[in-house]
């Protein structure tokens, strides 16, 4: 079984956050109003978060932005607590979500140190004709329903599909969430972390790789590199 | 005892009943809680994807738009397509959502109510429009008065942006007026330096140290997702070597944040640090000798064709921008200076980029001229890693135009502007059209075209604005979603989306080899009654007949696009778009001198260009000096007496020198404004799409609306807090805008993000935001270059009632 | 018969209130059911809107509904807690007291369990949580244990109620077939009584570490997590010692209102109130003595993302309702309750407990909210406003639970009357022989001539 890792470079991306962008439109997430952004219930998989580096001195800039999938833990603190068993962590390392069994307690929400749940405060709304453009990959979350990244899972899914259908296996880089697919300065990779010979496992290697907040011992399967000195060849 | 254990059953007996009862009632109630959820229903039916070109920035990125059931229902990039490999921007992710918009115009609209107002405008019909709006072009022509249309358009390079001009050109108007696009100072300074008319094209891959003179070359650039991608490779591309950016900026902007130096200047200092650079270069002996003794002109006292005395930029530099001096006016220390200088001629491949900041905040020619200067002084130019200059793309000409005596004359006559329609920069500005509409001279306009622009929004008066168009007999828009400009027409005719239109798109500016991409029809039948607008003018050319119908022998777009086809096979170069490998097969073969084209017939190309996005001819001819050194002395020209007129107009002083003399009464804390465009709504578009909203700032998402930013120092000096709004107001105008203290700025300056403030733009852009165009003096760079930006003065007062309320202490 | 007949009149004024009902009640109620009304119109608007009609926001998930669902849950360990200490430990002045507290906690467990279900977004999947349960999870403990101390403090509620059904049932005109249901025959015989006790006294000893339990794992719904200063091994014994704390309170807060309404002055005595204020009064420094060890364990520790909740309470957004919380919660019942005087009045010890009630809730309040609106990543960091809906459901939970009590004493007697008596009758002498033998033989004969 493989073990679905995502590694983002810090030293190309340029914060763009067309991931953020492509990750809402693949999902389905729906627009949020002006009031709502406002009271802080925008609902964003993915977001780039601004880290002051206070360490920086001289000309070195003291702003770090970094995107922040879920990390989609090895030791998740947000499956534990879920009362219904509405999230847990599957065989290939993908805590998951399943929307019609949540009971919209939020105790993950609370429970994720990285704050990287979100919930449905109202019902999903898509003014006419917008609802045109939604995947029928992904469901739609009613109201009052915990949602998160899910590292597009329908897209490994359907890769499983079209290899099966094909009778072969799956191939690297034949999975890959939206985030993944459309970064522009190709900052961010996935893959199976335990396959030696996939690039996530590579580059889990490099000396500037990290994960956030590893001392809580959540084992995050994002992998961060950080900006600085070339990564070498391991 | 006995009661004691019938109570016992008996609860238990009640509890079971409960319970059995209550699942199936909870079950119900979930039904009915989920049955209040409208239903939505997804695409149904075969999957296919149709390859598109976005539109939504000048960029030019090819997108694979994934389609299931008739539905388009996700946008990527297109791996083949080589501007952007793949991947798309923010503003490409997000523009599913302005095909699929709810306030888009459904069909073409008529005024019948006071000018400004959505209300006033009733659905008509296409015939209607064609009929009315060609009769009266039709009745310009037999009046001989062609020169009363003008057009404004916000594009060169579409079909439909050169249809219009034909369109002029037949009809016989000389004002077809380019509207300010965000490259020309940039332009201007490549012509200056190497007597090339177009825009340079950075080779960021390839290049090791980067300084970057205050431009976003990680966000609005000129093509973000070529340039981004050229940054990843810039960084890790390359085993064992990671490029090093220098970024100079008063501002700790995004490209700041990704940089491994943000050097602080004071605002408008950029081009003055460059400057220093350059001094240093030259008096250090570290520029290239080869390059600038051999190919360039300038460097040292020279004397021209006509035996003048000319300055040469060692003799200016030393002079007039000493290492003290520009220590003292930029602010930053000597050493700091030197050690860039050094850095940068150590560097095995250095290039200079700036000070584009988005379309709307262009940066002004004296930065762009020192910009192209340090690159020539490295002998950065036509080098793997430096400045390259794009061929044009062998598109054929089109016919010949008929001779036609109106036309002929009318073109003769100068332009309503005043502008001279052959010395760049031909383009034009809302302000100053304003002026000249109002005016009435030399002679009245009768009927008025708008695309591919918002110049009503785009317009530091937009009330003048207004009144000039008011003044107008027929205005036509055709916006797809009623923007500024639109609210004032009298005809709204919607374009289509470049998802629903053909389309042959031309190389992007900043991409240094010649394509041409093509864009199926995504949705085959329109969402609405939408045509695209060269269709429209197709059309209308035809209803005028006479001359300026048989200028245009196509019936539609997909036949006069095929016939641009024919002429790319005809020219016998390049090749499909295609992976990497294609790419360096094609570019060994070009370097022979071979052309093994892949295709071997038009039908062939065009059904390849279907398939794999377009065609493009990937081979640089490196350091054919012929070519990309076009100036009348054949060298590299360092114009330093253009460098000497700019001077004066474009820096921003700094506070004490001025202030001092008004210091009657309480003194005036005017600061500089810094206006920047974040990448989501560059160029004034992107405000519309509620994804776009939510990622105007990273941390700061709960934010629809303009913010100004200060340094902690300046807000205590002015006594005003985080979130307080506050009034930014300069000598002509003003804006409400939500302070936010931060370390992000230098003090004594605030910076305002441009793309917000639009009174139309659908439910989500309106009302959202102020507009710091407003703010702007009419003032620019004496070569007729944009509105300059840095020169603005504003003081910040707060608004009396302001909810301030600052965010919690760890925000940034 | 004599004899009761002559009791019935010493204890007329216990069972008024079930005989008579003034205009007053009705009134009372109906403002009461006027506020309950407007909390059903708020959360009708949450249940058709969804929850973005309260404050909550991203990362604040959880707000007031939270809060109240552990101050409520708190305010249970008053009844059967106090009533079970009480009774085991023989405490004669228990006797008024018992069942006011017992009633409190068995309606108030209810309005606990609502809290949560205000604040779950799917209400109607609540029953989720027995489909697919989670053992793991400190919810679920919290359901399992909440149940149980329910199911316990009913039983616990109803035991020592019997005889006084009884006794309504032999004395009452009307409502005679409920009470004779609810009576389960109950004659006063030896052996019955010998039976109830043995019962009484088995559930109190159960109770306890129920009790003990429910609250233990309420707080570790917080403490379970990762998140700065919730992440606290101390969570389990200070929620406990808080919600005997705010339950003692809430005791002589209802022990006041049902003196003032009916009169039992000379049930419910000054000393009475005494005593339960040496209990406030040692709850006091017992929840300061844990709060401090909090507060100076976390600040000496200096933990950069436990600084930011921990200064924030201290000196920042949430300052005022922190220093608040310290002088309702120790300063004015220390310098009430400590003082003999005031803590022998009855006044005394109602604006003390008021001040506590105030304080705990405001405690419950800066537990939950401030670790959540200053989360890990500082990014992520924002205000809670609680909205019109949250205020209102509170308030008519509030009004409810007031109307259920009353509701409750105009059924069946608030002060345990067969107790009283039982007191009476029986206690002065138990009482004089146990004193009798802590001490040494010598005992004077005067005494012991009452044992005949």
Known sequence: MARWAMVIDLDRCTACQACVVACQVENNVPPTGVGEAEKGRAISWLRVVPFVDEEAHGTRPPLRLTPLPCQHCDNPPCTKVCPVQATSIDDEGLVAQIYPRCIGCRYCTTACPYTVREFNWKRPEWPEPMEQGLSPDVSIRPKGVVEKCTFCHHRLQRARDRARAENRELQEGEYMPACVETCPSGAMAFGDWDDPRSEVSRLSQSPRAFHLMEELGTEPKVIYLSKGEWGGEV | MKLNRRRFLGFTVGATAGTALGVPVSQTLSDLVASMDPPVYPPRGPEDSVLSVCRLCPGGCGVRARRVGGRIVKLEGNPLHPVNGGRLCPKGQAALQSLYHPDRVPGPLRRTGPRGLLESFEPSSWEQALNEIGERLKLLREQERPESLIMMRGDARGTSSRLAERFMKAFGSPNDVLLHRGDEAASQALYLGQGVRTMPAYDLQSAEYVLCLGGALLEAWSSPVHTMRAYGEFRQGRPGRRGKLVHVEPRLSITAAAADEWIAVRPGTEGILGLGVAGVLIAENLYDREFGGQRTLGLDDFRDREGNFREGLRTVLARDYSLEGVSAETGVPINTILRIAREFAASRSPLAVGPRKGPLVSGSLFDHLVVQWLNALVGNIDRPGGVLVAEDVPLPPWPELPSDPVADAGRMRSRFDGVNGEEPPHHSYPERLADVLLAEYPYPVEVLMVLESDPAFLCATPERFARALENIPLVVSFASLPDDTALLADWILPEAHFLEAWELDTTPPGVPFPLASLATPAVETPLHDVRPVAQVFLDLAQRIGGTVASSFPWPDLQTLIRSDVEGLYRARRGALMGTAFDEAWVQMMERAGWWAPGYRSVDELWRGMEETGGWWDPFYDHENWRRVIQTPSARHEFRTDILQALTAETVARPMNTEDNENTEGPVDHSLALVLFEPLPIAGGRGAELPFLQGILDPGHEEGWETWAEIHPETARILGLSDRDFVRVESADGSIVARARVTSRVVPDVVAVPMGLGRRGGGRWARGTGANPLRLLSPARDPLGGPPVTGATRVRLTLVAGAEARPLPEGRV | ?452
């Open chain 3, 1 to 452: 018969m004599e004899k009761s007949e002559a009791s019935m009149q010493q204890d007329a004024v216990l069972l008024r209130p079930i005989e008579q009902t003034s205009w007053k009640f009705w009134v009372f109620i109906g403002i009461l059911l006027a506020i309950w009304l407007w909390g059903m119109f708020a959360w009708l608007t949450q249940l058709r809107h969804g929850l973005e009609v309260t404050g909550l926001n991203v990362p604040v998930y959880w707000g007031l509904y939270i809060t109240n669902f552990v101050f409520f849950i708190g305010i249970s360990h008053a009844g059967t807690l106090i009533s079970a200490i009480l009774r085991l430990s023989h405490a004669e002045w228990r006797r008024p007291i018992t069942r006011a507290a017992e009633v409190i906690t068995v309606l108030v467990l209810f309005f606990g369990v609502g809290c949560v279900l205000l604040d779950l977004g799917r209400p109607d999947r609540a029953l989720n949580v027995l489909k697919h349960p989670n053992f793991m999870s400190p919810l679920l403990w919290d359901v399992t244990s909440i149940s149980i101390y329910l199911t316990a403090s009913t039983v616990y509620l109803y035991l020592p109620l019997i005889p006084d059904i009884a006794i309504l049932r032999d004395h009452m005109p009307k409502r005679r077939w409920f009470y004779r249901i609810l009576s389960l025959g109950w004659t006063g015989s030896e052996r019955q009584h010998r039976i109830l006790e043995i019962a009484i006294a088995t559930m109190a000893v159960l109770v306890i570490p129920i009790a003990v339990s429910v609250h233990t794992v309420v707080s570790w719904v917080f403490a379970m997590t990762v998140q700065p200063m919730w992440h606290s091994t101390i969570f389990g014994p200070y929620f406990v010692v808080g919600a005997i704390f705010s339950g003692i309170a809430a005791i002589i807060i209802a022990m006041a209102a049902i003196r003032k309404v009916y009169h039992l002055e000379s049930y419910l005595k000054p000393i009475h109130f005494n005593n339960l204020g040496l209990l406030l009064l040692v709850m006091s420094l017992l929840w300061f003595y844990f709060t401090f060890a909090e507060f100076l364990t976390t600040y000496y520790g200096s933990e950069p993302s436990h600084m930011v909740v921990f200064l924030s309470k201290t000196e920042g957004e949430f300052a005022p309702y922190f220093w608040t919380m310290v002088v309702a919660c120790v300063v004015i019942p220390l310098a009430l309750l400590g003082n003999g005087r005031t803590r022998g009045t009855v006044w005394g010890t109602v604006v003390a407990s008021v001040s506590v009630e105030i304080g705990m809730w405001l405690e419950r309040f800066l537990i939950v909210i401030p670790s959540l609106s200053r989360p890990r990543l500082p990014f992520a960091a924002a205000h809670y406003s609680p909205s019109w809906v949250e205020w209102s459901l509170l308030a008519s939970f509030v009004a409810m639970f007031i109307f259920l009590y009353a509701v409750f004493t105009k059924l069946f007697p608030i002060i345990s009357i067969w107790e009283i008596r039982e007191g009476r009758e029986r206690s002065v002498l138990e009482v004089s022989r146990r004193v009798q033998s802590y001490l040494d033989s010598a005992v004077p004969p005067a005494l012991d001539q009452k044992s005949s």
